[in-house]
Antibody
Framework: QVQLVQSGAEVKKPGASVKVSCKAS????????ITWVRQAPGQGLEWMGS????????NYAQNLQGRVTMTTDTSASTAYMELRSLRSDDTAVYYC?????????WGQGTLVTVSS | QSALTQPASVSGSPGQSITISCTGT?????????VSWYQQHPGKAPKLMIY???NRPSGVSDRFSGSKSGNTASLTISGLQAEDEADYYC??????????FGGGTKLTVL
C-alpha cells in the first residue's frame, strides 16, 4: 500500500533552517511528483511547491522563492523540503503529498515550531 | 497568488444536500480543468475527494460530486452524514504552473 512517512517534529530558532523528509513506499517513486503543503495553526492549507519524481524539476510558491528548496533522492524514494531563514510565521504542520496536481496520498505531517 | 474564495462555513441536516463554492479567476479555476477538493478532519491529513473538477477517486462515496461553471467550482454532498462534518478545501492549477488552495469551508452537520 502507498505510504508517505515524514520525519519528526522540529523546534527551531528564528533565522535557522529546517529540512523535512518524506519517505515513499508502495509505488514507483519516479512516476509521481511530490507536493509540499503547510498549515499554520488554525489556518488553511498553503501550497508550497512541487518536485518531479522523475527529473527533479521544481515549482515553488512565489512567496517562498529564495527560502525553500525541494529535492529528491530517488535511490531512497525520499523527498526533502528545506526552508531557510525561519520566522515565527513559518510555524506550521508541513505535509508532503503524492502527485504534482492531484494529491491522492499524504504524509502524516511534521510540526515545525519556530520560537526564540 | 490570492487564495480561492470559499464560504467560511456551511451547514445542513442529516440527509440533506449542501454545496460549497470555490471562486477564482480565468487564470486558475476558469482556465483549467484541474480543480480538486480535499476533506480534512481535525488533526488529520487532508483526503482527496474530487479531482479534475468532477472525478472521484476509488473509495470515495458517490454522495460527493464536483462541477464547474466559469470561474467557480462547486462541491456537492448529498445525503449528509455525521461523518461528513469536516473542513473542505478546493485547489486549482494556476497559469504560472503553480497551485492555489481555497481558504477552506467548515461543514457542520446539524
Amino acid at each position: 500500500q502507498v505510504q508517505l512517512v515524514q520525519s519528526g517534529a522540529e523546534v527551531k530558532k528564528p533565522g535557522a533552517s529546517v529540512k523535512v523528509s518524506c519517505k515513499a513506499s508502495g509505488y514507483t517513486f519516479i512516476n509521481y511528483g511530490i507536493t509540499w503543503v503547510r498549515q499554520a495553526p488554525g489556518q488553511g492549507l498553503e501550497w508550497m511547491g512541487s518536485i518531479s519524481g522523475y527529473n527533479g524539476d521544481t515549482n515553488y510558491a512565489q512567496n517562498l522563492q529564495g527560502r525553500v528548496t525541494m529535492t529528491t533522492d530517488t535511490s531512497a524514494s525520499t523527498a526533502y523540503m528545506e526552508l531557510r531563514s525561519l520566522r515565527s510565521d513559518d510555524t506550521a504542520v508541513y505535509y508532503c503529498a503524492r502527485g504534482s496536481y492531484n494529491h491522492d496520498y499524504w504524509g502524516q505531517g511534521t510540526l515545525v515550531t519556530v520560537s526564540s | 497568488q490570492s487564495a480561492l474564495t470559499q464560504p467560511a462555513s456551511v451547514s445542513g441536516s442529516p440527509g440533506q444536500s449542501i454545496t460549497i463554492s470555490c471562486t477564482g479567476t480565468s487564470g486558475d479555476v476558469g482556465g483549467y480543468n484541474y480543480v480538486s477538493w480535499y476533506q480534512q478532519h481535525p488533526g488529520k491529513a487532508p483526503k482527496l475527494m474530487i479531482y479534475d473538477v468532477s472525478n472521484r477517486p476509488s473509495g470515495v462515496s458517490d454522495r460527493f460530486s464536483g462541477s464547474k461553471s466559469g470561474n467557480t467550482a462547486s462541491l456537492t454532498i448529498s445525503g449528509l452524514q455525521a461523518e461528513d462534518e469536516a473542513d473542505y478545501y478546493c485547489n486549482s492549477y494556476t497559469s504560472n504552473t503553480a497551485q492555489v488552495f481555497g481558504g477552506g469551508t467548515k461543514l457542520t452537520v446539524l
